[in-house]
């Protein structure tokens, strides 16, 4: 019996599903698009004839309500990207990537690596055409896998736009100069995770590290200041 090739159907129309479209695009991989605010209902069952794996790329909280109302008898290959949700109704597929407005390169995307929340099936089961490397995790342990990227991705994000928006507004200085400071940053992080922290915590400055708290008395980043500070003494006493 020949095998059926497999065809996507992405439902969604924010960032991820932009992306996962691009990066088919790019592999020369077939499929249809879904958008629930710009498509008629009407249109879902003639497509998911025409596909064999439905990537259902909805927010977290939409995601289940979705498949309960319009894929129960659905019998494709249902997958979500949730980084955190773990759900009987479809297996859990994190693209480990930032997807920002400005769509990446095929190199970006083949080399990110899928999170799978379920040993039963591989990526090539779940994603037939995807060269991306794969790791399964326990259910149980996506909401902590989660909290880290956000605390790694996210987080530093707001850190960053801090420090661009207080240079420029505060002193003039260029985004090119803080540009700079942010691509060493990395650098160092890539090279060597456990060695690249430098300042006043890694030397055990007090001094400095109470003229910093001080300096921001008033700005909600204080407090931000102090977790760390906590945080990393806490690590460090283990």
Not at 100 to 115: D, E, G, K, V
Not at 189 to 218: E, H, S, Y
Request: aromatic share 10%.
């Amino acid at each position: 019996m020949r095998q059926v090739p497999p065809c996507y159907l992405i439902i969604g129309s924010g960032r991820m599903a932009r992306h996962m479209a691009h990066y088919f695009d790019l592999l020369g991989l077939p499929y249809h698009r879904f958008a629930r605010k710009t498509h008629d209902f009407a249109l879902l069952p003639q497509l998911l004839q025409k596909t064999t794996h439905v990537l259902i790329l909805l927010r977290d909280d939409a995601i289940e309500d979705f498949i309960t109302e319009h894929l129960t008898a659905c019998t494709h290959t249902l997958l979500h990207f949730s980084g955190s949700l773990t759900t009987p109704l479809a297996v859990g597929a994190h693209f480990l990537v930032s997807f920002s407005t400005t769509l990446h390169p095929l190199a970006t995307y083949r080399q990110a690596w899928f999170i799978l929340d379920t040993e039963d099936k591989t990526l090539a089961d779940l994603l037939p055409g995807l060269p991306n490397d794969s790791i399964a995790i326990p259910k149980q342990a996506k909401a902590l896998y989660h909290s880290l990227c956000v605390l790694s991705g996210n987080f530093t994000c707001l850190l960053w736009q801090k420090f661009y928006t207080s240079l420029q507004q505060n002193w003039h200085i260029p985004k090119e100069a803080a540009d700079l400071y942010l691509k060493l940053i990395m650098t160092n992080i890539m090279a060597d995770p456990q060695q690249a922290l430098t300042g006043p915590l890694v030397r055990g400055d007090q001094k400095t590290i109470a003229a910093n708290i001080q300096a921001l008395n008033g700005d909600p980043f204080q407090q931000v200041y102090q977790a760390f500070v906590a945080a990393y003494q806490q690590q460090e006493s283990k």
